[in-house]
């Protein structure tokens, strides 16, 4: 066999011995990539984002979209190839298993969490438009979550209102921990509640809940430090002034807080706060108007631009990171609070983006 042949041949074996090892050689690492925006101001499988009832609300024009982003699930093993595939893809990221998913969290875990932060988002958002907007907003301490085998099982649950521990008032979630914690293990404490049927019932109709019932726990000694616990984890809950209604499936996690809550905005204004442009963005928020910063920003940016924005709200501190690589054609306002983004929605509406704060990579 000629040489030149003979090499070709051994050229050829070793690279499809190397592909094969590419195929076959897991590595710990993750994908994430641009997922699918949605119109905040719009509809998703037929029906509105935003469902306001029982409250005048008005046109909108324009785009306030939120942005996702895909993430290949915990339980997927990504091959070699894969891997260097996503690290020389434009529009891609790989990055180590274990920042997506830390400590061994399953995909079922992640997906509980992400449900829960994304139901807690859609709350703060209703509440920050609202304050925005000077719309008075009726807050409360619940029963978040209840764990089991704890004595607070089949006593205390999810969406009773707690309104006091001792006799104490109760007004935000910190308060019952503190209270419980005066306590030695083994001693009882007492909670008065409003149970969360009369809860329910009282907020369908428009009502602050009324009356109360005493249900005393003794508390148990936690693991550790051995302090007393009763087994539950308090949380706010809100009474709003009219049904406000978030639907939007298929998306978790905290970050589409600040889009909704503009959206609502805009629908509860007379002014058209995009003034027909198509802007984006994202955000975590909280009850007061606070945009906090998420993950994947700049696969965010560039799904945003591929859909069509033109402006990219984005929260401070995402602000450098997102400023390296800056899709063509795409503005990064930088968002601080709800208040900050309205102002510069009304700045891009007049056409006066000159004056926006922008993001910088410094």
Not at 112 to 139: D, M, W, Y
Not at 312 to 340: H, M, Q, R
Request: glycine share 12%; net charge negative.
């Amino acid at each position: 066999m000629p040489r030149r042949t003979a090499t070709m041949l051994a050229s050829t074996l070793l690279l499809f011995a190397l592909l094969c090892a590419g195929v076959f050689l897991k590595v710990p690492y993750s994908e994430m990539s641009p997922g699918p925006t949605v119109n905040t101001l719009g509809e998703s499988r037929g029906e509105p984002v935003l469902q306001i009832s029982d409250r005048k609300t008005y046109p909108t024009s324009g785009h306030l979209n939120m942005t996702t982003v895909r993430v290949t699930g915990a339980d997927y093993d990504m091959n070699l190839l894969e891997a260097v595939y996503g690290w020389l893809a434009g529009d891609n990221i790989v990055v180590p298993h274990e920042n997506l998913y830390p400590n061994g969290k399953t995909d079922a875990e992640s997906t509980q969490e992400n449900a829960e932060e994304f139901s807690q988002s859609q709350e703060s958002a209703k509440v920050a438009a609202l304050k925005q907007l000077g719309i008075p907003v009726t807050a409360r301490v619940v029963v978040s979550t209840v764990v089991k085998g704890t004595p607070a099982e089949g006593k205390l649950h999810a969406g009773d209102v707690i309104k006091a521990v001792d006799g104490s008032p109760v007004k935000v979630p910190g308060d019952v921990a503190a209270l419980v914690t005066k306590h030695k293990a083994g001693e009882p404490v007492e909670f008065t509640l409003v149970p969360a049927k009369d809860a329910e019932a009282a907020e369908k109709a428009g009502k602050e809940p009324e009356g109360s019932e005493k249900v005393v726990i003794t508390t148990a000694k936690a693991e550790g430090d051995g302090h007393a616990i009763v087994g539950i984890k308090a949380g706010t809950d809100h009474t709003f002034p009219f049904p406000v209604e978030i639907k939007l499936a298929d998306v978790g996690g905290p970050s589409a807080g600040l889009m909704f809550a503009l959206g609502l905005v805009d629908k509860l204004t007379p002014q058209d706060l995009t003034g027909g442009k198509f802007i984006a963005g994202t955000g975590t928020i909280d009850d007061n108007g606070k945009v906090g910063p998420i993950g994947g920003i700049q696969m965010k940016t560039i799904g945003a631009r591929a859909a069509g924005a033109e402006y990219f709200l984005t929260p401070a501190e995402n602000c450098a990171s997102a400023a390296k690589d800056v899709p063509d054609g795409l503005t990064l306002v930088k968002v601080e609070t709800i208040g900050d983004a309205v102002q510069s929605l009304e700045k891009i509406s007049k056409g006066d983006t000159g004056a926006l704060p922008r993001c910088t990579a410094k």
